[in-house]
């Protein structure tokens, strides 16, 4: 973590600042292992760390300074100790109050505008970050095995969200990465849906979207199968959508462009007279949507280290949908695929 901030230590002199305040947590997180809610970070010449003093203060390489004289106050003590004028901040997390408080409280210091320099560096996973997210993927992998053997007639898309979380905390995982979507029949339609009372019949398509946490780093994986005898319709709208799949992973690898991934798996939906509405995929990490985006027309170049799903889809209102969704690491030559759930369909 030395190296991360060191990182972002090189980059002050081009931001125009003497330090940055890291706030965004899950930032923190990555540049100092801390992961409570309110700890904050400033990197200068020195590094320090103000901790959010309801938890264990994890030991990490800066000054820690405690809270006792509140946030405004610790700030204004930290930032003169180090002779900041000219104060980088994240302003896509900061808020207009917090910006106000340090302003009245440090008049002489200039707030420097910074944005995603930390999610950049995120993007880029080095190998631990990638063990951790393999590790996350064996936990999703291993619950949606021991949850179709208890699939049966009659229980809820709740009861099947409950029993993947279940699962996956009984195999290791901190949290779930999202609310889980599991939709049955023709609820599967809806690409984000949230379970409901909905019970599963002979003929349903069975859709689940969920993920494990491993040291904070999170799964994402969909998986459409069938309970029952799926219709002729279904099972052809499931081979295109294995097939865009397929197309999608074909393109990825580093100096590519992130858009022509999603090019590449929407043509084939598209050649078979269907679309869908949201993008191919996107970044995973730390957070469950991170950069690089992968949509339409995103020219973010991809390079090794970077993580992302590749998800295309078919949804037919009132009958039915299917999702395919694996995450992958970004290689010279292609991609790893972290994901290792069977893609063929499986009717149970």
Do not use: W
Not at 178 to 187: D, H, K, P, V, W
Not at 189 to 204: M, S
Not at 325 to 347: F, M, N, P, Q, Y
């Amino acid at each position: 973590m030395n190296e991360r901030r060191e990182r972002i230590r090189a980059r002050l002199e081009t931001l125009g600042a003497d330090a940055l305040l890291v706030t965004k947590p899950v930032n923190v997180r990555y540049l100092s292992g801390y992961s409570g809610s309110n700890g904050q970070l400033i990197v200068g010449r020195e590094d320090v760390f103000v901790p959010d003093m309801r938890r264990e203060i994890y030991p990490v390489s800066s000054r820690t300074i405690g809270e006792s004289a509140g946030v405004y106050g610790t700030l204004v003590s930290v930032v003169g100790g180090m002779n900041i004028r000219r104060l980088g901040v994240e302003a896509g997390h900061m808020t207009l109050e917090m910006a106000g408080g340090i302003s009245d409280a440090m008049p002489s210091v200039g707030l420097i505008e910074t944005f995603d320099e930390v999610e950049d560096l995120r993007a880029i996973k080095d190998e631990r970050e990638i063990a951790s997210m393999r590790r996350a993927h064996n936990v999703a992998d291993d619950a949606l095995a021991a949850v179709l053997h208890q699939l049966k007639e009659g229980m809820t898309e709740v009861e099947l969200a409950a029993l993947l979380e279940f699962e996956m905390r009984e195999g290791g995982s901190e949290g779930v990465s999202f609310n889980t979507i599991a939709g049955f029949g023709e609820q599967a339609a809806e690409p984000h849906h949230n379970p409901g009372g909905r019970t599963l019949r002979r003929g349903d398509m069975i859709k689940v979207d969920f993920g494990a946490t491993v040291d904070g780093y999170h799964s994402d994986m969909t998986r459409t199968f069938a309970f029952g005898e799926p219709s002729a319709e279904m099972v052809e709208i499931y081979e295109v959508v294995k097939a865009a799949n397929r197309a999608g992973l074909e393109r990825v690898r580093a100096g590519a462009a992130t858009g022509d991934v999603d090019d590449a798996a929407r043509a084939v939906v598209r050649e078979r007279g269907y679309d869908y509405g949201h993008g191919t995929g996107h970044g995973v990490g730390l957070e469950i949507h991170e950069s690089p985006p992968v949509r339409t027309g995103a020219r973010t170049v991809m390079q090794e280290g970077m993580v992302l799903t590749v998800e295309p889809g078919i949804y037919l209102p009132g009958i039915g949908g299917v999702r395919i969704e694996d995450t992958v690491v970004v290689r010279a030559d292609g991609c790893d695929i972290l994901t290792g759930s069977t893609k063929e369909l499986v009717i149970i």
